[in-house]
């Protein structure tokens, strides 16, 4: 008897969901593969953290997992056809009073990389790159200044909408739907989901990839079946942060033209980082706050869980005033004066998962077979966006490597979050 047509239905259509398709249908062209998101792939705005203007591509890292994955993914952006045309290798300039900047050609060296353009410029040396863009930007307590000339940016809407056709090109199948439930089998296995217009889609695997969406959509599992394992607890939590974008006209434009990623990590009482990405096509150049904010809500079931606003679009495009003015503490932190006279607006409230480590979730859910986990970017995850769904493909196979399987593990040593300058700590209603 010939055996079954391996079939996945994956939740959400962002990058983990995306390149996951996208690894499935590759290594299976007979597989059915289900993308099933609240957003077409056409549709204008989206409520995915990996929909967004532009993003940071970089294998600066202090971590050298991250740096090697990142790098492997580097090469696919610079390399492969369907992914080179969105990608700018713009440069980076990364302002930090850790040391970050010798931790970073450190790995690249024990790596076996190229430390050709990479450089940890003295302060002073520093402020004249780039045209002196920077010579106004917070150094308070910074010794040294990352400059990597191999790092950038890529066109994230762009990117995404292109490898979700060539997904669908390939036969990966997409629903349009909002998912409200899983469906189970009468041994407790999970067999398919059921969307909020009632229609129910099964297949053998069933893998969450729904971001910020993720613990509030445990949550209901958990309180429709009795069983308390399926909550995410302190595994993930929901969590935002601001971005903003100013339109530069003239001289202006063509001074910044040649402008590289600049991340800003001063002051760190305020978080993790602000930054600033290089002008787009249309000469936007857009920043990002520092605060980063949970949105702590009563769900059904009287758990008290961060999730997006309960709204279709999430209320991305409402963003307080004080999340306006961290923008703007941004724009000043990098450029100071130079900024006074632009007009940053288009702000936008963009949420994703964040665990206690900032590693993702990529691994098997202990509560049932049949359901997996692949999600919490993190703020950091969208630029292995052309190699993490072959991760993904690994850990449903059982051939992911064993350092990877305990880091990206279910179940794993929650580490203290006063340490993850990502964990959220404001409220959203506070700001």
């Known amino acids: 008897m010939a055996s079954a047509r391996p079939s996945y239905i994956i939740v959400g259509a962002g990058v983990f969901r995306t390149s996951t398709a996208l690894h499935l249908i590759a290594k299976y062209p007979d597989a059915s593969v289900t993308l099933i998101d609240r957003n077409a792939p056409d549709d204008p705005s989206r409520v995915a953290a990996s ?12 971590n050298p ?8 993914a580097q090469d696919v952006w610079r390399q492969d ?35 050709a353009g990479l450089y940890s410029l003295p302060v002073e040396e ?11 930007a917070d150094y308070t307590g ?14 994230a809407k762009g990117a995404l909408r292109a490898v979700t056709e060539k997904a669908i090109e390939l036969g990966v199948k997409f629903v349009t739907a909002e998912v409200a439930s899983l469906e189970f089998d009468d041994d407790g296995n999970c067999i398919g989901v059921r969307t909020s217009d009632g229609e129910t889609h099964k297949a053998a695997h069933i893998i969450l990839s729904s971001g910020a969406f993720t613990p509030k959509l445990l949550d209901g599992v958990a309180q429709a079946t009795g069983k308390d394992a399926f909550r995410a607890g302190d595994r993930m939590i929901a969590a935002g942060v601001t971005t903003g974008l100013a339109q530069l006209e003239g001289d202006t434009a063509k001074e910044f033209s040649e402008m590289p990623v600049c991340i800003q990590e001063i002051p760190p009482e305020r978080g993790a980082s602000n930054g600033s990405l290089p002008l787009n096509e249309d ?3 857009k920043w990002w706050g520092q605060y980063i904010f949970k949105n702590t809500q009563a769900m059904p079931s009287g758990q008290q ?23 703007e503490f941004a724009n000043k932190a990098t450029f100071g004066k130079r900024g006074e006279a632009w007009e940053i607006k288009q702000h936008r409230i963009c949420w994703d998962a964040v665990t206690p480590s900032e590693d993702f979730i990529i691994s098997p859910h202990a509560a049932c077979k049949g359901l997996y986990i692949a999600t919490c970017g993190s703020f950091h995850g969208w630029k ?19 350092e990877l399987q305990s880091r990206w593990a279910w179940d794993r040593e929650i580490p203290d979050v006063s340490r993850n300058k990502v964990w959220p700590v404001k409220e959203l209603r506070d700001l």
Not at 65 to 72: F, N, S, T, V
Request: glycine share 8%; net charge neutral; proline share 5%.
């Open 126 to 136: 520093a402020r004249r790159q780039y045209g002196g863009i920077f010579d106004e």
């Open 305 to 327: 869980i961060s999730a997006p606003p309960a709204f279709t679009d999430y209320a991305q495009w409402k963003v307080p005033d004080a999340l306006l003015k961290d923008v």
């Open 51 to 62: 929909w967004d203007w532009n993003k940071v591509v970089r294998a600066d890292y202090r």
């Open 142 to 155: 910074v010794e040294n200044v990352l400059v990597n000339k191999t790092s950038g940016w890529a066109d």
């Open 384 to 402: 292995f966006f052309p190699i993490i769904g072959g991760y993904v493909v690994r850990m449903l196979d059982g051939t992911l490597e064993p």
């Open 65 to 72: 997992l991250y740096c090697r994955l990142a790098l492997e």
């Open 283 to 285: 000469n936007m150049l």
């Open 81 to 115: 056809p369907l992914w080179r045309r969105f990608y700018h290798e713009s440069g980076i300039y990364w302002i930090s009073r850790t040391g970050f900047a010798k931790e970073v050609i450190d790995n690249y060296t024990k790596l076996g990389r190229s430390t």
